[in-house]
């Protein structure tokens, strides 16, 4: 039986942003992932906002969480593709994360 390492990359991304991270990770070959609709906040805090009656901190911000579970190899090609197509330049482009994974288990036939 051999043994294929895996690890699970997770993206948090501006939400504006989705549609061009999907499209680059089919490019390269990465079609199945689960996307999250998700708030938090990073480094930035929330972003503040002035109006004519004073100020506000919106202090969750909107996200996107995508998450994949790729071959080892495909790691760093799938974080450098993510990066690229998720940059704007701006704070609260987002955060990539790499998990391992011990085991996948396909619920309809239990095979690994």
């Known amino acids: 039986c051999e043994v294929i390492e895996m690890k699970m990359v997770m993206a948090v991304i501006r939400p504006e942003r989705l549609q061009c991270v999907k499209d680059a990770l089919r490019d390269i070959g990465i079609n ?4 999250s609709h ?4 990073g480094e930035q805090m ?3 906002f002035t109006t ?3 100020e506000f ?5 909107e996200k996107v969480k995508i998450e994949s579970v790729v071959d080892d190899g495909d790691v760093e090609r799938v974080i450098e593709t993510i990066r690229r197509s998720a940059e704007t330049g701006n704070p609260g482009d987002g955060r990539i994360f ?3 994974v011990e085991r996948s288990i396909r619920i309809r036939t239990g095979d690994d």
């Open 46 to 48: 929330g972003l503040t």
């Open 38 to 41: 998700v708030t938090g906040r």
């Open 32 to 35: 199945g992932m689960t996307i």
């Open 57 to 61: 901190v919106v202090d969750e911000i």
């Open 98 to 100: 790499v998990i391992p």
């Open 52 to 54: 004519r009656v004073g």
